[in-house]
Structures are given as C-alpha cells and as structure tokens.
C-alpha cells in the first residue's frame, strides 16, 4: 500500500472494525485520512490518529440533519484541495436506533427505518460517488455488512435490512463504476466485540453461539478483518469486485450445527 492514500470512515475507539481495518493499512504503509461525527469522538479518535500518523482529520456527518446535505461532498472537496487524489475508501458507518435493536422488527418505526437505511446505506452511495470523482488512476471501495442481512439473527431487526440493501448496492456500484477501474466491495465480519455490536440486544448470546457453530470455533479479532480488508484494498484483489467477503469463521457455510454442539 505504499504510496497509496485513502479515507477511513466510522474509527470510533480501539475496538472499532474501521480501527482494526486503518492499522493494518498503516503497516503496510498507506496513507490514511480519518473523520469523526462530533467533537465528542474526535477527542476519542485523535489518539489513536496520532498512532497512525493521521495528518488529516476531518468532521463528516451523514445524518438526516438539514446542516448535513453535503458534508460528504464538502469532505471529498477538503481532501482534494488539502491532499489530493484517493486510491481507496473505507465505510463503517451504520446507525439504528438502540431501542429499535430488539424485540421484533415487525415494531420498526417509520422514521427510524428511513434514519436506518440513509445512514447505513445510502451513504455508502454517495460517498462512492464523490469520491470517484478524485480517483482518476482507479481505485477501492470497501464497506461492512453482516450475516443478518439473509438470514435472521436476533433484534438485528431494521439493520438486517439495511445491510442487505447495502450488499446490493455494491453490486450496482461495482458496475457503475468498474470501467473507471473503480472497484466496490464488502467484508461481513462474524460477531465481534464493537461498540456497534454491543448496541444489539442479545449480543453476548450471539457471540458465543456463532463462536461454538462456526467450523473455526472462533470469531474473527480485528488483524483477521484488517487483513481481508488489506487484500480487498491493494492490487493483489485488482481482480476482484462487487464480493461480500465473509471473515465469520466459517458461520456463513452452517445450516444445522452438530448436535454435540448446541443443547436444546
């Protein structure tokens, strides 16, 4: 990744998919360009930009908030004018809200699916969009789904659905934007110990569960994921788009577990 420059979007603290995906990166020595929703998380964020040698921060929200229409567009706008040209992108935004991420889906409210998909979702779209306009030699865009987008997990619920409408859009893009040699991928990660996942009632029951059914009798830590997303995001993958990737262990392939496995 050396000489290579991209933006990493949705590091909340150390823990973070996004971080575990940014240090690999650092190691193998990109650039990275870091941005944060408010000045509550920048302060949680700047440390660990300092272990990266994050010289670019910057402020995005993508909220439904009036004040937020373009803060994609005006991010991409600061990145160019301040650094240049992107090679790749990394999105790890997602938001539901907490109370939403449990008991039954059936109970979603209108508001917060439409708050759910334009975060979670949507953004992906556009930040593809605006940045593609400063890949002019190619590039990689990377996003995070989970299995919950085809098959139920428990009060994943609204999230389900906006993940598999966001596999579905990397389908599209990829095609929008292969013949710019713009590449669109996701990685759908097994349960893992983020601030994210612990939002989701039930959590700690999934963990364990997916980590005793998985032929790898784990769940993945954030260098697995980093490493997948380092293969999706440098040439060694310039084959390779429009792919969900799973890095769950083997979750993805189990039907029926063994029955010495699981007690009923």
């Known amino acids: 990744m050396q000489g290579k420059t991209g933006l990493i979007m949705g590091v909340a603290n150390d823990r973070s998919i996004a971080w575990g995906i940014a240090n690999q990166l650092f190691l193998n020595k990109a650039n990275i360009v870091l941005t944060y929703q408010n000045d509550s998380l920048k302060k949680r964020i700047e ?3 300092d272990k990266i040698k994050c010289k670019n921060l910057y402020k995005c929200d993508v909220s439904l908030e009036p004040e937020n229409e373009y803060s994609i567009e005006n991010l991409i706008k600061k990145i160019n004018n301040d650094i240049g040209n992107l090679d790749f992108v990394v999105h790890a ?7 939403e991420l449990k ?5 979603t409210s209108r508001q917060n699916f439409l708050s759910t998909l334009d975060i979670s979702t949507y953004s ?3 930040i593809a969009k605006s940045a593609s306009e400063i890949m002019p030699n190619g590039g990689s ?9 085809n098959k139920t997990t428990p009060n994943y619920n609204v999230m389900g659905v906006a993940k598999a409408a966001l596999e579905t859009s990397v389908k599209y893009l990829s095609v929008d934007l292969g013949k710019n040699n713009i590449r669109v991928n996701a990685i759908s990660a097994g349960p893992m110990k983020t601030l994210a996942g612990a939002a989701i009632s039930g959590a700690r029951h999934v963990f364990k569960y997916s980590e005793k059914i998985s032929p790898l009798q784990k769940n993945p830590d954030l ?3 980093g490493n997948a997303a380092l293969y999706l995001l440098s040439d060694i993958s310039s084959g390779v788009t429009g792919l969900t990737h799973y890095v769950d262990g083997g979750l993805k392939i189990v039907g029926i577990p063994n029955q010495d496995l699981v007690s009923l």
């Open 47 to 49: 440390p660990l930009s």
């Open 93 to 99: 935004l997602a938001y539901s809200n907490k109370e």
């Open 103 to 107: 008991g039954k889906y059936l109970e």
């Open 124 to 126: 992906f779209t556009r």
């Open 141 to 149: 865009l990377l996003t995070l789904t989970y299995v919950g987008s």
């Open 223 to 225: 260098e697995q994921v």
